[in-house]
């Protein structure tokens, strides 16, 4: 594929089971963007029409997410269309990294981790540039939440930075947003990362409310500040982080209560409460 409507391609992306990514050029602006087309594989689309019309359903769903949001942190989207073959695609602005530049890849597997090069093993970030994403993720997140959007997979690699050092955090991927009145997945199973995923979203992902994306935002910042993902509910090894403010460690962990209860009702509770950390 050379071309993508008035976009020419300039390199292959990423492909997931139900997408191709690619960065193009925006050939009348001259400028780069991302183009994500609708392409499932290996029989994702579903055999039943129903399966292939959920899942086009929700590429359009994303795209109408990312068109209503105005936000400096959420990745916005400058145009909706159709192939000749009539897959849609979205284009988006062309960010050079996503979070896992900085913090390496969730490698858990000690074998996988040792066969990844040293910079892309996980690590830790420094504590206030951890504040400071963790602050723009919940911004993002509270203008979902103010709309009764809950975004269900917050995750490294759906956090984009506006550049490679110190870069200004953008989520993106809207694939899995719940919005209010409209269908959504089956009651009782679930969508998402399940290493980012609360208890109640991998128990029953429709019932869902903003506190599962709090859920995921504090695993995230333990990941951040620790270097690894937590195993098993630990609890944040506050004195061992270096340069970690005192409290901090104990915050991330009612972000990452396994109530729900526990834990700020949405985004912009939860970022109130990080204020006192900057």
Request: one cysteine or more; aromatic letters at 8%; hydrophobic letters at 40%.
């Amino acid at each position: 594929m050379s071309r993508i409507g008035k976009y020419q391609v300039v390199a292959p992306l990423h492909m997931t089971d139900y997408s191709d990514i690619f960065v193009c050029s925006d050939t009348v602006l001259d400028v780069r963007v991302c183009v994500k087309i609708y392409s499932p594989k290996n029989g994702a689309d579903g055999a039943a029409s129903s399966g292939a019309e959920e899942l086009r359903g929700r590429f359009l769903h994303e795209a109408k997410v990312m068109a209503r949001m105005d936000h400096p942190h959420l990745v916005p989207i400058r145009e909706y269309d159709h192939l000749e073959d009539g897959r849609p695609y979205i284009v988006m602005p062309f960010y050079p990294a996503t979070l896992k530049y900085e913090i390496g890849f969730d490698a858990t597997d000690p074998k996988r981790r040792r066969r990844l090069p040293p910079s892309r093993r996980p690590h830790a970030i420094a504590p206030g540039r951890a504040v400071r994403v963790l602050d723009q993720v919940f911004g993002a997140l509270s203008a979902l939440h103010e709309f009764g959007l809950v975004h269900r997979d917050v995750k490294p690699g759906n956090l984009f930075l506006s550049a490679k050092k110190n870069g200004a955090i953008k989520l993106g991927d809207f694939g899995m947003v719940k919005v209010p009145g409209l269908a959504d997945v089956e009651a009782g199973k679930w969508i998402g990362t399940p290493n980012y995923m609360s208890p109640e979203q991998a128990n029953d992902s429709a019932g869902v409310d903003p506190r599962a994306d709090i859920f995921a935002a504090g695993v995230l910042a333990f990941r951040m500040l620790v270097g690894r993902l937590p195993e098993n509910g630990e609890p944040f090894p506050e004195g061992a982080v270096k340069g970690c403010p005192k409290g901090l460690g104990a915050l991330v962990d009612q972000y990452r209560a396994p109530n729900p209860d526990a834990r700020p009702p949405d985004a912009a509770t939860a970022r109130k409460l990080l204020a006192a950390f900057h």
